[in-house]
């Protein structure tokens, strides 16, 4: 039987820093549903 490689790349294993620096406007995009559903959902929740 043979072992198959399943080593990944050195080069796929990117920092998270360097993908957050490449892609910023995505995250971006991605935090204004977040703050929007804390400040609807969970902020009215704080006093029940």
Do not use: C, E, F
């Not at 360097?18 to 704080?46: E, F, G, N």
């Amino acid at each position: 039987m043979s072992k198959s490689n399943t080593a990944v790349p050195r080069k796929a294993r990117r920092m998270s820093g360097h993908r957050i620096q490449d892609y910023w406007q995505l995250y971006l995009m991605l935090l204004i549903p977040i703050v929007l559903t804390i400040i609807y959902k969970y902020i009215p929740m704080y006093g029940i």
